[in-house]
């Protein structure tokens, strides 16, 4: 079955605790996002891959990290994370850039910072 | 920056009213763009899309129109179900990356 996998699905963490989301898609997909969903605020782009070892910025980068070793792999790192990075996490992935291919969003990672 | 404005919700229908949920955006060139569902509890699924001026997108009933002289891409189903309950959320995408509206939240009432 086609489909975007995230792990783990709910994380709850401290202050300043290094932790990794992982994301993994077995489409073969070349472009893969990492998004954010808060209340009022719709969606809001991390990072993304255009290609492995090619990333770009978002709209939010900061406190964030993404690797893409692997066409697969699109974890997300959040070095020390805060409460403001309390939020649900979409990963993403198509084909190509998203303008003619459909974007395939993963289940969603809600992620809580004490 | 680019920037997608969405009305507020939420939209309280009963089944087989017309919606409309509009839809403006600010962008610079000429960007694509989409409408996406987000069930209860799912991440988010792509409705239609529409790549240049004038397209319409449709899908399940639902359809929009690229608008390049007001800039908008308003969501229109002619008569809505329950099952349709759901947020809506617009989006373009330029230079590769897409930006999203705050979402509208669609409650249908049998």
């Known amino acids: 079955e086609a489909q975007v996998t995230q792990n783990p699905r709910y994380l709850i963490t401290v202050t300043g605790k290094k932790l990794t989301v992982t994301c993994s898609q077995n489409m073969n997909h070349e472009y893969m996002s990492w998004y954010r969903q808060d209340?009022?605020?719709?969606?809001?782009?991390?990072?993304?891959?255009?290609?492995?070892?090619?990333?770009?910025?978002?709209?939010?980068?900061?406190?964030?990290?993404?690797?893409?070793?692997?066409?697969?792999?699109?974890?997300?790192?959040?070095?020390?994370?805060?409460?403001?990075?309390?939020?649900?996490?979409?990963?993403?992935?198509?084909?190509e850039t998203p303008s003619y291919n459909e974007q395939f969003f993963g289940p969603g990672t809600r992620l809580t910072v004490l | 920056g680019d920037s997608v404005t969405q009305m507020e919700g939420p939209v309280t229908l009963s089944e087989e009213a017309f919606l409309t949920i509009n839809c403006t955006y600010t962008a610079t060139g000429y960007p694509?763009?989409?409408?996406?569902?987000?069930?209860?509890?799912?991440?988010?699924?792509?409705?239609?899309?529409?790549?240049?001026?004038?397209?319409?997108?449709?899908?399940?009933?639902?359809?929009a129109t690229y608008r390049k002289e007001t800039t908008?891409?308003?969501?229109?189903?002619?008569?809505?179900?329950v099952s349709d309950s759901a947020v809506y959320f617009c989006a373009l995408l330029s230079m590769g990356a897409l930006t999203f509206g705050s979402g509208t939240r669609l409650q249908v009432q049998p």
């Open chain 1, 39 to 95: 209340p009022g605020l719709g969606l809001r782009q991390i990072y993304y891959s255009m290609n492995v070892e090619v990333t770009d910025k978002g709209d939010v980068p900061e406190g964030y990290k993404v690797s893409r070793k692997e066409k697969r792999n699109f974890p997300l790192i959040l070095e020390s994370p805060s409460p403001n990075q309390t939020s649900l996490y979409f990963c993403a992935s198509s084909f």
């Open chain 2, 32 to 63: 694509s763009l989409f409408w996406y569902v987000q069930y209860p509890g799912e991440g988010l699924q792509l409705l239609l899309k529409a790549t240049k001026a004038d397209d319409k997108g449709s899908n399940k009933g639902f359809e």
């Open chain 2, 72 to 81: 908008s891409f308003h969501l229109e189903k002619g008569s809505v179900q």
